[in-house]
């Protein structure tokens, strides 16, 4: 096998693999909503209105990435999206770091009580790499 069709399938698996797990912490917020609403709130950062606002905007996000990640032709723009989402979540992971919230980081679960860890930073971390791999890749792809 040459090295573009290694190329072509390590794509394919990061795109799959944001996906899946964008699609399910979408699922999973948008069963509970005003708890996704709380999470935003235990941060801090944002008044009560503004975590209203955000939470729809931040679960449709994440649901939006999965499909858009498939089509080699809006792949960048998943990628951008996951980008961008993941600089907001870490962002602020970090201002946290440490501290126990009352619903946990709310990254991709919500659940109890629980730090913000290295954990769960260094996965979101991991997931803004992979990002930035599908849209560094796609988007030079997409400019020949």
């Known amino acids: 096998m040459g090295s573009s069709i290694w190329h072509t ?13 964008f699609l399910a912490s979408g699922s999973k917020k ?25 939470s729809p905007l931040l679960i449709a996000a994440e649901m939006f990435v999965a499909p858009v990640l498939l089509l080699h032709a809006t792949r960048w723009i998943g990628a951008l999206t996951v980008l961008l ?8 992971q970090i201002v946290r770091l440490g501290e126990r919230l009352p619903f946990g980081c709310g990254c991709f679960f919500l659940h109890a009580p629980g730090r913000v860890t290295f954990q769960s930073l260094g996965i979101n971390v991991l997931l803004l790499v992979m990002a930035l791999y599908l849209l560094n890749t796609t988007s030079l792809e997409l400019a020949l």
């Open 30 to 54: 948008w069963t509970n909503p005003y708890g996704f609403v709380k999470v935003i709130q235990s941060y801090r950062l944002v008044g009560e209105w503004a975590a209203m606002a955000l």
């Open 9 to 21: 399938l390590l794509q394919w698996a990061v795109s799959l693999i944001l996906g899946a797990v």
């Open 85 to 92: 989402l993941q600089v907001l979540f870490i962002g602020a």
